[in-house]
């Protein structure tokens, strides 16, 4: 079973720009969730998207925003980019049923800010 | 709000010794706790949550609802258990599937 898949590894943008990050979780899983990890603030919880639905949001600006298409894939979006966005952001899926639902994360995707 | 910590960054033992990983939460509610773990250039993983009660690769956590604690034992350290741990919550009462609450990690380092 393929795991979950982030598109891209690495990107570097600059300020005030906007960024996409694509997220494919495993097969069968429904929810998808995204973290923000940076060295300060450690790994932080950004959404939890559900059968297309975001279930959850995390405390971040509304700069931040996040999808869930039909096949479960997920992307996120940060516009107008700031310095502090740089971080590693993570993907996890996982069944969404209930607490016996383990994540599953993904590599990440390395955001750099210029 | 909920809080997690983990009050030791690094921690660094010798292998056969016993290792313990403490983890100490704050939440009103009634949590479900995890550790997962980062091996080196691996990806984040669940190692054990407390709802299953499971022993994973020698290691327990126990649940002490009265001192908020959910530390991580294991009673012979193995080189192989180096790597970074993170202790996690999450809300047992909602629906918040997904949103986890995670401590700073610590880092375990498994000498021979």
């Known amino acids: 079973k393929a795991g979950v898949t982030q598109t891209p590894r690495y990107l570097i943008k600059t300020r005030g720009q906007q960024v996409t990050l694509s997220c494919s979780p495993i097969?069968?899983?429904?929810?998808v969730s995204w973290y923000q990890q940076t060295p300060g603030q450690g790994l932080q919880f950004l959404f939890e998207y559900f059968s297309e639905t975001q279930r959850n949001k995390g405390n971040f600006p509304g700069r931040f925003s996040g999808r869930q298409f039909s096949n479960s894939r997920s992307e996120m979006n940060v516009s107008t980019l700031e310095l502090g966005d740089s971080a590693l952001y993570l993907c996890?899926?996982?069944?969404?049923?209930?607490?016996?639902?383990?994540?599953?994360f993904g590599n990440g995707t390395r955001l750099t800010v210029t | 709000a909920q809080r997690v910590t983990q009050p030791e960054k690094l921690l660094s033992v010798f292998k056969g010794a016993p290792v313990e990983l403490k983890c100490n939460y704050s939440?009103?509610?009634?949590?479900?706790l995890f550790w997962y773990v980062q091996y080196s250039r691996q990806r984040l993983q669940l190692l054990l949550r407390h709802i299953s009660r499971e022993s994973i690769k020698g290691f327990t956590a126990d649940l002490n609802k009265g001192e908020t604690s959910f530390h991580l034992k294991k009673p012979f350290a193995q080189e192989e258990d180096s790597a970074m741990y993170y202790c996690a919550l999450e809300d047992a009462g909602g629906t918040s599937y997904g949103k986890l609450t995670f401590g700073q990690g610590t880092i375990l380092t498994v000498h021979p």
């Open positions: 939440y009103s509610g009634s949590p479900e």
């Open positions: 996890a899926s996982s069944l969404g049923l209930g607490h016996n639902s383990p994540l599953h």
């Open positions: 097969s069968g899983h429904r929810s």
